[in-house]
RNA sequence: GGAGAAAUACCCAAGUCUGGCUGAAGGGAUCGGUCUUGAAAACCGACAGGGUGUAACAGCCGCGGGGGUUCGAAUCCCUCUUUCUCCGCCA
């Protein structure tokens, strides 16, 4: 959501920034826009002077009262009747143009960073760097589903049978490697200086509308049946909304957290459940990172979070790299965003096990996250990305760490995390 | 789940019964200044937030959120949220 003052100032770079975005059909939106805020304005400025004077003559009143001079008080109360008619078709319409504005201003997508490529769609994101070499074994890398079923680290039969299509029962040592997994993470992130935070894993209707538009709400959020209540698609959701309408203190930024929670998401639309795997799925495990600070210090701060991700894979020695999505693939919310992708020796390419977003101050302005300045209050600028979501980047664990007996090789950084076990044999 | 009490600005807090110079007192904290060799104290000033407009002033919204009554609402009514106390239930 970009600042109306900065539309009507500069409404061709906002329009240039619609046509990097390849959305052509939004750019008439842009002088719908600014209309809509100059009419806005005067309908403001008019009812101001309408209220200016229901209020001199409404305490004009108490006077009068005071004298008992009741029949001249009676005429001063026609008076601010008719006052308060005309206001309230002024102030209904108000309503209706600054609801309108506020739509259009959804929509309209926020300025990205110069660096980020200009590109159409996901074919064109572009590869920023590789870490670890991509390695593709001699022998034969079975699906990820068989080689977990070998291990009878996974039950996706009963799954099916409670909850459905898109769940998984893990067992054993592979259900221990993940919550490795998710443990190593969290620590792995403590150490960074971040502080760990469990939210809640249910959020309001108003924080979900916060922080992401109805369609999107639809096609992910799962609602508790009879309550206002909605389970998380990711820790994101709590951990933002939890300064939704906050004032923050210079002296207290950055806040840099780490947040683990399940997640849930309806994957309605676009690619749907996975029938066999677990790379898509309703329900699964994430530790998060967000990132509230000082607007100067935003692109620092991403540089440092998608690297941390980077550094927590090698770590585990899972060979990744970093793709930056190109203008038209970001979401509207973004100014830059780099995905971290695992390698995948069974399909000989990478595929997306993390995201990091900077999203400038445009989520603190949609939710009122500020900071307090010297003079002004001024928007916060937030950020988000993967530590690690444990089911999905099992499937790079395995394939990676898969011996040619069938066996995984636990990475040594997980093992204190395992009772010390080094080898899963099925 | 039941009964009761409460929510005022960074914090404390008056005002609510009885609607009207409250367009929110007072205190603390914080920031700026005077004084001082420096500090403390004292004194002076600024001080919730939002938005519009202006050369500047003024004016508008705002007392947990939303709605209503009224000429006029912090104050009365409805509703939601949150907190506290008591009872019940329960990991």
Sequence with gaps: MLDIKFVRKYPEIVKENIRKKFQDHKLPLVDEVIELDAKIREDKQEG?????????????IGLLMREKKIDEANEKKKQVQAINLKLETLEKEEEELSEKLKKIMMVIPNIIDPSVPIGKDDSENVEIEKFLEPKVPEYEIPYHVDILEKLKGIDLESARKVAGNGFYYLTGNIARLHSAVITYARDFMINKGFTYCIPPFMIRSNVVTGVMSFDEMDAMMYKIEGEDLYLIGTSEHSMIGKFIDTILDKKDLPYTLTSYSPCFRKEKGAHGIEERGIYRIHQFEKQEMIVVCEPEDSMKWFEKLYHYTVELFTSMQIPVRTLECCSGD?????????????????QKKYFEVGSCSNLGDAQARRLGIRIKGEKENYFAHTLNNTVVAPPRMLIALVENHLQQDGSINVPEVLRPYMGGLEVIKP
């Excluded at 101001?48 to 305490?59: C, F, G, P, Q, Y």
């Excluded at 970001?330 to 390698?343: G, M, N, P, Q, R």
Aim: charged share 35%.
């Design 330 to 346: 970001l979401a509207d919310l973004k100014v830059k965003s780099i995905d971290v992708e695992a390698w995948s020796p069974r």
């Design 48 to 60: 101001d002077k309408l209220r200016a004077e229901r209020n001199t003559v409404s305490n004009s």
